[in-house]
């Protein structure tokens, strides 16, 4: 079992930037893909930015140029940076990770809202 925590949600103004981070425990050495997914209500849940480990990157096509996925091997955390936010980037974020089995994980979820 995977264990996923996010954190670093909040409010932002359009335009601005934020960053936030998924905390990983359990059996975190067979994890082979780790994401950010984002949900707004009556919508689909959608890709943000997914890392392999194989280091092959993918990003929603919403967010190319303005989102970045990172992996801390040693802080057993995924991290989401995206900046020139806009109102619809507002969601829920949530926190992925695919185990060998396969078998797939999620975070319970943290708003982002971009407003004036």
């Known amino acids: 079992q995977v264990q996923l925590v996010e954190s670093g949600g909040g409010l932002v103004r359009p335009g601005g930037s934020l960053g936030l981070s998924c905390k990983i425990s359990?059996?975190?050495?067979?994890?082979?893909?780790w994401g950010w997914y984002r949900q707004v209500p009556g919508k689909q849940r959608e890709l943000v930015a997914a890392?392999?480990?194989?280091?092959?990157?993918f990003y929603g096509d919403a967010v190319k140029g303005r989102a970045a996925i990172s992996r801390d091997s040693v802080n057993n955390t995924v991290d989401l940076q995206m900046n020139s936010l806009k109102p619809e980037d507002t969601a829920v974020y949530y926190c992925?990770?695919?185990?060998?089995?396969?078998?797939?994980?999620w975070g319970q979820g943290t708003q982002v809202t971009v407003s004036s």
């Open positions: 890392v392999t480990i194989a280091r092959s990157f």
């Open positions: 359990g059996d975190i050495d067979n994890i082979y893909s």
């Open positions: 992925n990770a695919i185990i060998r089995g396969p078998r797939e994980y």
